[in-house]
């Protein structure tokens, strides 16, 4: 991660998150999350893969999400590099162990500077992140903590019906430089500083129940429709495209091979699950007109020239307490884990004898003991 990388990712660190926004549908990208339930998880990663806006949620949910991982979020995230040089020693044809990383026109960059110059760029709060999420490891297994598959599961299913499918979900992923395996990693450790603060979460029914009761309407899902589009550039090069799909031709392949959307054309051109006011007028006034694995003519839009396919159609629904129940009482209690975790942090790093050889301001043992 270069240096401006960094800088964004530290102000958007301190951002504090905005209540009543959640509502603000500002965004028509096409992994944009569909459902109108509270979003589950708001990471604070640098491209804001889901942010409050664009999860659709309810704000005081979504931000409880948010703010409960941001400190394990960033052991994630931060320059990885710096650890490789701390740890792992440099090594290579013509590399000797103190030897000089770089030469430029015979002038010798050495590991000293380099390791000066990374740690200058974020160094302090890589490791102030390693140390955290090393001190959160040994209390999880200290307490024989277990997070399962059913676990992980659960959690990853909300965030799927956010975005209307598990496919949508994945092409964000893709777009924020994330995989899954991140994903997981993220949510195993929202669901280990949950329990270790267990006892101290109090999540009541009659809670539950006034939440759904406020905010029924927001939980509730309108019609979408799962749309595929081939994107070109001209009406020309549109109507070639049409006419071979009328011919036979596989829309997906075509997608693959034609689409200047550069952000679908590799998933066939599948923009995932759809509602009204989303989508440029013209796609939203076409797609929601099709019947299912029926093709749009020619649509002219702000990006080209479009062809659409409606794969799937979902009623719209009115949600019931007992379908949100569980989801409600997992965000009010992410709201609370929200509002523990940095007392808890600070207990736990004032009980543990940590050395941090990077902090000059302190010095270098900061446990309880040495104070």
């Known amino acids: 991660m270069d240096g401006k990388d960094q800088k964004d990712l530290e102000q958007e660190m301190n951002q504090e998150p905005k209540e009543g926004q959640a509502g603000e549908q500002t965004e028509t990208s096409a992994v944009k999350p569909t459902s109108e339930g509270p979003a589950v998880y708001s990471s604070p990663e640098t491209k804001s893969l889901l942010s409050e806006q664009t999860a659709g949620g309810n704000p005081a949910v979504t931000a409880a999400k948010r703010q409960s991982m941001i400190w ?37 960059i050495s590991k000293e500077k380099l390791y000066n110059e990374l740690v200058k760029a974020g160094g302090e709060q890589t490791l102030d992140s390693m140390i955290n999420d090393e001190l959160m490891k040994q209390e999880v297994d200290k307490a024989k903590i277990k997070i399962t598959d059913a676990d992980i599961n659960k959690e990853i299913g909300y965030l799927e019906e956010q975005y209307g499918s598990k496919e949508a979900l994945d092409q964000a992923l893709q777009q924020n430089g994330m995989a899954r395996n991140d994903l997981n990693k993220m949510v195993v450790k929202q669901l280990e500083l949950k329990k270790l603060l267990g006892s101290k979460i109090k999540v009541t029914d009659e809670q539950v129940k006034q939440y759904f009761d406020q905010n029924k309407e927001s939980f509730n899902t309108p019609e979408q429709v799962r749309v595929s589009a081939i994107t070109v550039a001209s009406q020309a ?10 011919e036979g031709g596989d829309f997906a392949a075509l997608a693959k091979a034609k689409s200047t959307d550069a952000a679908t054309k590799a998933s066939g051109g599948d923009l995932g699950f759809i509602s009204k006011g989303q989508q440029e007028a013209a796609v939203e006034e076409a797609a929601f007109k099709l019947k299912k694995d029926e093709l749009s003519g020619v649509i002219k839009t702000q990006e ?14 009115t949600a019931t307490f007992e379908e949100r129940k569980d989801q409600i009482r997992d965000g009010l209690e992410s709201q609370q884990v929200a509002q523990l975790q940095q007392s808890w942090l600070d207990e736990t790093k004032a009980k543990a004898k940590i050395v941090n050889n990077l902090n000059t301001k302190t010095g270098t043992d900061t446990s309880a003991a040495a104070k």
């Open 237 to 246: 090069d549109a109507d070639q495209v049409l006419k071979e799909l009328k």
């Open 72 to 108: 394990m979020i960033v052991s994630l995230i931060l320059a990885v590099v710096l650890v490789i040089v701390l740890v792992k020693p440099l090594t290579g044809k013509g590399a000797l162990d103190n030897g000089p990383v770089a030469s430029v026109n015979g002038v010798e």
């Open 304 to 317: 080209g020239f479009k062809i659409l396919k409606v794969t799937d159609r979902k009623e719209a629904h």
